[in-house]
């Protein structure tokens, strides 16, 4: 019988097989049969919007002494809350940003962290009994900077329609969600999600180690909202070892948005684990809700979104027609699109927008469809990016293979 400590012991001597949820499903497609003892470790992971992240850290403004206490905070715009140390007297203040926090409409706490991590230079404003004092930093001047997620990696996820007349803005589209139900946008890796391969948390769970955005973290137990039926994770861990290509911001048409990433680790003890590990992407619901209630109005699969399509943007230069404004570059959520049909990889979610705004044809990507009542509805926007999910996963298998153990 299999145990946490023997594959512990074998992650150390260096001779533990780990594989990543994508390796193991398409095993499962080809029609392999995998026992407890031919794997030991397999690795999960998800990148997507996920608005409950939020970081603590401590920010230099001025010399000790200048101002008592900080009543309000600003860094690159974007609005902080200062506490709960007051720290008076030191030039020092504690801070708590939102990911979501809204600097102005394409810049929030997403695009911050990302900036922070990348050490570019930072704008800080603070107010204190009338005066304001000013500071510019760059990231490695912040001594403290923890990232954490209130609620994130979640097992499952919805698509977005409106069943309503007139478009709506809204955090769940990069342009207005038009409506009669002509458009859907979805979230969630299906598959590859850690807890869609634990949904009953057996080992992602409270003290388990994983990656976020690419840094070693730990999980702190359940997110908020977190249910039986639809667990999440609450995480965190240090920014300074963050990797800025599994995060950054995402501008929607309600406003600035946060992208996280987590990567998961299952050990293989039984045939409980290698059933669960077995779902697909076809198996795995879809719940298909209305905007602006949330409630159910149907239920695909994930299959339709994540299989048979493609998992990144094609783009082909080609085709642009260099008809002035780029309408591509304009609207990308995450300033990833270069005038010309270039693309900035590491900021690229592959979300489709450009898809949907460029009239050369730049860019293509099959993105897959829900069916409602018999009527197939087309996804016009991602806010998950299966190929990233798919990278943190590869990167959380190298460290264990190289000897560090999650369990």
Not at 106 to 119: A, Q, S, T
Not at 240 to 258: L, N, V
Not at 268 to 294: A, C, M, Y
Request: charged share 20%; proline share 5%.
């Amino acid at each position: 019988m299999k145990t946490i400590s023997g594959i512990n012991k074998k992650i150390g001597e260096g001779s533990a097989v780990v594989i990543t949820a994508t390796e193991f499903k398409r095993l499962v497609r080809d029609g392999e049969i995998l026992s407890v003892d031919e794997v030991d470790v397999v690795t999960c992971g998800t990148c997507g919007v996920m608005s409950g992240t939020f970081a603590v850290m401590t920010v230099p403004v001025t010399e000790p002494g200048i101002f008592r206490k900080a009543e309000s905070v600003s860094l690159n715009g974007v609005p902080a809350y200062p506490g709960p140390c007051p720290n008076e007297g030191l030039g020092l203040v504690d801070i708590i940003v939102y990911g979501t926090a809204c600097g102005n409409s394409c810049y929030g706490g997403g695009n911050l962290f990302r900036d922070i991590v990348e050490g570019k230079e930072i704008e800080i404003l603070v107010s204190s009994e009338g005066k304001i004092y000013q500071n510019s930093i760059f990231g490695e001047e912040i001594a403290s900077a923890r990232m954490i997620t209130s609620r994130s990696a979640f097992r499952n996820y919805s698509a977005i329609v409106n069943p309503g007349s007139d478009g709506i803005n809204t955090i769940f589209s990069v342009l207005p969600l038009v409506g009669n139900f002509k458009e859907t946008t979805v979230s969630g890796c299906g598959e590859i999600n850690p807890l869609q391969n634990d949904p009953k948390m057996r080992f992602i769970n409270t003290g388990a180690r994983v990656l976020l955005n690419g840094a070693i973290g730990m999980v702190m137990g359940e997110g908020t909202r977190s249910k039986p039926e639809k667990p999440n994770l609450a995480v965190f861990a240090d920014m300074r070892d963050m990797k800025p290509e599994f995060m950054g911001g995402f501008t929607t048409s309600a406003g600035p948005e946060c992208i996280t990433s987590i990567a998961a680790a299952i050990p293989v003890l039984d045939k409980e684990t290698i059933g669960q590990l077995s779902v697909l992407d076809e198996n795995i619901s879809l719940p298909v809700v209305g905007v602006t209630d949330r409630k159910p109005v149907g239920e695909s699969d994930y299959g339709r979104v994540w299989q048979g399509t493609d998992h990144r943007v094609v783009t082909n230069p080609l085709n642009c027609l260099f008809c002035g404004e780029c309408q591509a570059a304009a609207h990308c959520p995450t300033k990833a699109i270069m005038m010309g049909g270039g693309v900035i990889e590491s900021r690229c979610m592959s979300c489709g927008t450009c898809v949907r705004t460029c009239p050369g044809e730049v860019y293509s990507m099959e993105m897959g469809s829900v069916v409602l009542d018999g009527r197939e509805i087309p996804v016009v926007l991602r806010q998950s990016d299966r190929n990233r999910g798919e990278m943190i996963s590869a990167s959380f298998k190298s460290m264990i293979e190289m000897g560090f153990s999650p369990f």
